[in-house]
């Protein structure tokens, strides 16, 4: 790696694309050196390799990494992927996003990123669960309540998180603080399934309210039906907001009209995909992007919006659920039609702002409500909406380049205190 940004329309990849938010961040903070070098690097990175005996009892070798980026501010906390492209770029680049969006919330956490390179929805239960006890034998001894806690991401859940804390507990003693969003049932906090789409609706409530605008006179478009994209759907209907279309990776639907949600969640329940749905008319994942509206809502992959794409966007705003969904390029062209983009490190920080209160509650050992979660987690969320808006506005910076300012700042600050340079 250079210390250097790369040319603003060179290809990047996506640890290329959060260093190049960084970089800018750096420049305008005016950081020395030394700490943008601290600030680039991963502070520790694991790759393992995972054989796992499969059902039909051949032997498959998965690749299995964990990042941790920075722990300046506290224990690493990030998420861990189960997707065919969860190399060590992409989980890098994750790691890098969780350290900044955890100093935006102003959480005790460092970053890191969790990844197995497979397909999940082609493994038995079986399957899943024998990999991701070999995961954490291979990654435990990194781990740690102190150290390093995990939480799920694409591909995994609650259950997989009860099976990396036994496999864990196995070996250190049970150990519920060890990952978050785990099962109610095994320590697990209330909300927590639904905290990052109540995060993202929040903020689009937010920004209607900067705006003057009624929720009921706004259309919003979801990319992707999966736990985030469906909560943020049934949160931001609850609000009065009008969803006109939805997609999963099956395809997608619209109708301009609003969706019934609720009839929509029984179909899926059924068909597994929104794919199909009577309440409105097909539309591919393509052209779902495109489609007119006021918020559009990327809940889906990273690098879905990109310069080829982001001159037929027609949304008013773009709301960041994904993690970076928008490329550097695809921000250049947003920000050139005046299209403000809501940046993901804000947006769906809600799952590890719920993290956090979850692993509270286990060193505690005394169980929140779920009023009380969701009421915490609201304060968090529009504090740090109007803090960032507010820097945003002080600086004459974009939503994207105020929230990195503020991350990069913090962590810089905790660099330089803890005496590292």
Known sequence: MTTEAPAPHAHLS?????????????????????????LRTSWREVQAQLPVRMDDRKLRIFEGYRVQHNGARGPYKGGVRFHPQADLDEVRALAMLMTYKCALMELPFGGAKGGVMCDPTRMSDTELNRLTRTYTQHIG?????????????????????????????????????IV???????????????????????CMRQYAIMERADPRDLKVVIQGYGNVGSWTARIASEMGFRIVGVSDVKGGIANPDGLDIASLDAWFAVAGSVAGFEGGEPVTNEHLLELECDYLVPAALGEVITEENAPRVRARAVIEAANHPVTP?????????????????????GGVTVSYFEWTQNI?????????????????????FHELMARAAQDGTLPRQAAFDIGVERVGRAILLRGFV
Request: glycine residues 10%; hydrophobic residues 40%.
């Open 14 to 38: 996506p640890s290329e694309s959060v260093l190049n938010s960084v970089y800018q961040s750096a420049e305008r903070l005016q950081l020395s050196p030394e700490v943008v070098d601290l």
């Open 329 to 349: 390029p695809g921000d250049e062209v947003l920000a050139a039609r005046n299209i403000p983009v809501l940046p993901d490190i804000l947006v769906n920080a």
């Open 180 to 202: 978050t969003g785990k099962p109610v049932e095994l320590g697990g906090s209330y909300g927590r399934d639904q905290a990052t789409g109540r995060g993202v609706a929040v």
């Open 364 to 384: 505690q050992q005394f169980r929140w409500s779920l009023e009380m979660v969701n009421s915490e987690l609201e304060k968090r969320m529009v504090a740090a």
């Open 141 to 177: 001894m990194v781990l740690g309540v102190s150290r390093d806690i995990p939480a799920p991401d694409m591909g995994t859940n609650a259950q997989t998180m009860a099976w990396m804390m036994d496999a864990y507990g196995q070996k250190y003693g049970h150990t519920p603080g």
